[in-house]
């Protein structure tokens, strides 16, 4: 009985290392075709067609037009933000290496060798919404809340992709991207008369947090791009030995090439 109980012990261990060691070579060579993308970016050619619509909602309950913040959602300009938006997607393309093509370069684009690619951001928008919080806190059998209707902004855009001389359908991606104002409070008990009340200091957004907010998006939506290409050329490299559960993305830092488990970037709406 000793013995076997032993056995049990080292047994179980030894598998999970095996388990993890075969994990860790399955995707040995996920990671070194990914590495390769990385090194051989300037290889690839990207055209990418600023937006022609920005599109300005405001989707909250009850509408609060006399707001500030509606009044600088509306007041926005539309072309500041999709050359601001724009520049950054392919200012940080660039960065990862990759050798991007302007609109106005379109006619070269296309005698292009491949790999070459078209994201065409369609459309962009800047959406308006009430973002409720609850804070609760709990004393004896009383529940005291507060509650707060904060305001907040997506920033969401719709982008077409397109291989070069691909007979496949165009594919359309999603992204978005919120902020909100911001609360800090807690509750504070009153030990003479057991009163509760909510202390809080609130920032509102402002442009900055707008502008802000866009610049964000224009980066991570470059470097969402790169991981989308980047999984496609491992895919192509590893044919039916590709295992579609996993995400890999890169971390242009360590220039190291990570993986998640039923992970996306962009939504496809196709």
């Excluded at 067609?49 to 599109?55: G, N, Q, T, W």
């Excluded at 919080?133 to 809340?145: N, Q």
């Amino acid at each position: 009985m000793t013995q076997g109980l032993r056995f049990s012990r080292i047994k179980v261990p030894f598998l999970c290392m095996l388990v993890f060691a075969l994990i860790l070579n399955s995707c040995y060579l996920e990671k070194k075709y990914g590495r390769e993308f990385a090194r051989n970016a300037s290889g690839i050619s990207l055209l990418i067609l600023e937006p022609d619509l920005i599109l300005k909602s405001d989707i909250r309950t009850p509408p609060e037009d006399s707001s500030q913040v509606s009044r600088f959602i509306k007041d926005f300009p539309e072309d500041t933000i999709a050359t601001f938006f724009t520049s950054l997607v392919i200012e940080q393309l660039q960065k990862l290496g990759v050798n991007v093509i302007r609109s106005k370069q379109m006619s070269d684009f296309f005698t292009m060798k491949q790999p070459a690619y078209l994201f065409n951001i369609a459309q962009t928008e800047l959406e308006q919404y009430s973002y409720p919080v609850k804070e609760k806190y709990t004393t004896d059998s009383i529940i005291y809340t507060q509650e707060f209707l904060l305001h907040a902004v997506n920033f969401n855009t719709w982008l077409e992709f397109t291989e070069l001389n691909s007979d496949k359908k165009a594919e359309t991606l999603f992204s978005n991207f919120f902020v909100k104002d911001n609360i800090k409070g807690d509750f504070r008990v009153n030990l003479l008369t057991d009163e509760v009340t909510y202390v809080y200091e609130r920032k509102d957004l402002s442009p900055d947090d707008i502008m802000l907010l866009i610049s964000h998006a224009g980066k991570t939506n470059a470097h969402y791009i790169f991981n989308m290409l980047m999984n496609k050329y491992i895919a192509d490299k590893m044919q039916d030995r590709f295992n579609k559960k996993y995400f890999y993305y890169y971390d242009p830092v360590k220039k190291n090439v990570l993986f998640l488990e039923n992970y996306t970037e962009f939504k496809k709406l196709n």
